[in-house]
């Protein structure tokens, strides 16, 4: 399997007064890209969630080397590091897709909750998306 | 009853590469002011959630008069003009704090839904909530 | 000149606890349908403002017909409905992709700044830019 | 100098269709607090950035302890970890007010720059805030 990343065009309301992209705008861009690689590794997190599983952020974390502006469009590669079923993490490069220049790095960790909050393991709650997560890590490797 | 307008600080994160605040962020704090003024009159928003009411938006318009940057502070005038317990709809007037001067204008209108997200009437739905918004009508005339 | 409909996918951050797309986010799309319809006519946005003019809204207004929500793609249709040089106004409806549903109208009016904020005649300031925003208007007609 | 915790309402805008407090905006009021902690401590971030001073946010990161919700308030508290003129580093608590639970946990680092985003050392080009910066941070310890 080999997913293309996934791109966003800077839009106006995502920039600020200092004229790039407010900080706070690229943990949004991991969302999109998190929420696009689920799409294309065949498990959509809309599906997820009618399946009455929630997957929350517990950590994120973002480095910021290069300013992104309006006019620009990034591409956003995603990596699952680590999933086994009770957490899973992954992390994330940005770059602006002109010139390839590296503007963002970071990382979230997640956990798996029930529809009252309970944290579950999917290897029991549903193994079969539990193997399309496994499969999809190691496939990156 | 004499309620103070909604007092607003501009974040950072609300001006855009204009240097002044976006013209969406106005219609979210139209919002806050209703949020405020449903506190203010006795029916915190959560508590109407709570029973099971849900108050949507089924118009918005606003009309930007002058630019509000950051480092300032605007106040939200809302008067619910209308109210028969199956619409409401409100307007509202933003002013910066220190000069006073005229900002935006806008208004906003709404229905009321139960949680199949279908709509009610509030005086026979609760008529202690529809009470409440009666009076606060007829107070501001 | 067939421009194709602006396609946006609703992202998880966009929605709020009613579950659905929240109502400040639509004029954001607007936004993000005149930026794409500029570029398809050639006069991107961030180099007209690398010319010095600005297109700040004036007016915008939203009515809401039926909820959008996570997992949903929206399509966005947008007619420059007047253009004089002094002003312009748009207006917006926005379908589900999938279903074709009819899910939000809107309009917004602009004026043409420079640098300094002082309101231009873009005749006069940019004729070229001029008159791709009338042919655009011609077309659509 | 005894500085209050920096207070936040939880706007319904905030919220997400998982029904709390969406994970980006906790990244946003660490601003919010940031900002706050500057007008306590007598540099205004708008007067510094007269001044052609800029702050930019190098990395942020953020833990989730528990989900924050519409109708709460959560309290924010700030510390200047590290100041040595060239950076900065805040640590942040957030805690919801009523309860005093403790919901997220952060920690953002900064450089400085003038208008041509130029790194700058705040002890050579003004003296005077670099001296507040320094005050704050020793009177925390």
Redo the contacts between chains.
């Keep these: 399997m080999n997913i293309q990343p996934y791109e966003h065009t800077v ?3 995502e ?6 992209v ?4 690229y ?2 861009w991991f ?2 890209a998190r ?1 696009y690689w689920m799409d294309m590794i065949g498990v ?4 997820v ?1 009618e399946l009455g599983i ?1 997957i ?9 080397k290069s ?1 992104v ?3 620009e469009t990034v591409l956003i590669n995603l990596v699952m590091d680590k999933f086994n079923g009770i957490k899973a993490s992954f992390s994330y490069e940005i770059t602006e897709k002109a010139s390839g220049r590296l503007c963002t790095v970071g990382s979230s960790s997640h956990c798996f909750l029930d529809i009252k ?1 309970k944290p579950i393991s999917l290897k029991k709650n549903n193994p079969h998306i539990y193997e399309i997560f496994k499969n999809a890590v190691a496939e990156q490797i």
Aim: charged content about 25%.
């Design positions: 839009q106006y309301y920039t600020d007064r200092m004229q790039v407010h900080h706070s705008n943990i949004r969302e999109e929420t959509p997190y809309e599906k969630e929630l929350p952020v517990l950590e994120v974390s973002a480095q910021y300013m502006t309006f006019g909050n």
